[in-house]
C-alpha cells in the first residue's frame, strides 16, 4: 500500500509562483512514475506532469510546458511540482498520484494510477 500526501497549495496572483510536494510511503518509490493531476468541480481530472523516479525521465501537458517543472528526491520519497507563471485558467485541486506498472512509456491517464493523494487546492487570482 501506497500513502501519498500532498502539500503546497495556497492562493497567489497571477504570474506569481508555488511549489507543491508529495511525500510518499512505500519502499519502492524509486521505481514508481509520480504523477501530477488537476481538476476543477464538474470536469474531468487532467494530466499535468509526471516523473519517472527511477531515471528522472519526465512529461508534461502543453498548457504547462515552460511554466511548471516536476522533480523527484528518491532519498525523500517526494515528488515536487515547481510551477510558475501561473495564471487564473491554472485554479484547481491538484492531485498527486502514484503509477507502480512497469509501462514503456509515461501514462497521461488518471485510470493507469493506482493510489492518489487527497489534493490541495491551488488558487491563482487576477
Known amino acids: 500500500q501506497v500513502q501519498l500526501v500532498e502539500s503546497g497549495g495556497g492562493l497567489v496572483q497571477a504570474g506569481g509562483s508555488l511549489r507543491l510536494s508529495c511525500a510518499a510511503s512505500?519502499?519502492?518509490?524509486?521505481?514508481?512514475?509520480m504523477g501530477w493531476f488537476r481538476q476543477a468541480p464538474g470536469k474531468e481530472r487532467e494530466f499535468v506532469a509526471a516523473?519517472?523516479?527511477?531515471?528522472?525521465?519526465?512529461c508534461y501537458a502543453d498548457f504547462v510546458k515552460g511554466r511548471f517543472t516536476i522533480s523527484r528526491d528518491n532519498a525523500k520519497n517526494t515528488v515536487y511540482l515547481q510551477m510558475n507563471s501561473l495564471k487564473p485558467e491554472d485554479t484547481d485541486v491538484y492531485y498527486c498520484?502514484?503509477?507502480?506498472?512497469?509501462?514503456?512509456?509515461?501514462?497521461?491517464?488518471?485510470?493507469?494510477?493506482?493510489?492518489w493523494g487527497q489534493g490541495t487546492q491551488v488558487t491563482v487570482s487576477s
Open positions: 498520484a502514484a503509477d507502480s506498472y512497469i509501462r514503456r512509456t509515461i501514462s497521461s491517464r488518471p485510470r493507469e494510477y493506482e493510489y
Open positions: 516523473i519517472r523516479c527511477s531515471v528522472g525521465s519526465t
Open positions: 512505500g519502499r519502492t518509490f524509486s521505481s514508481y512514475v
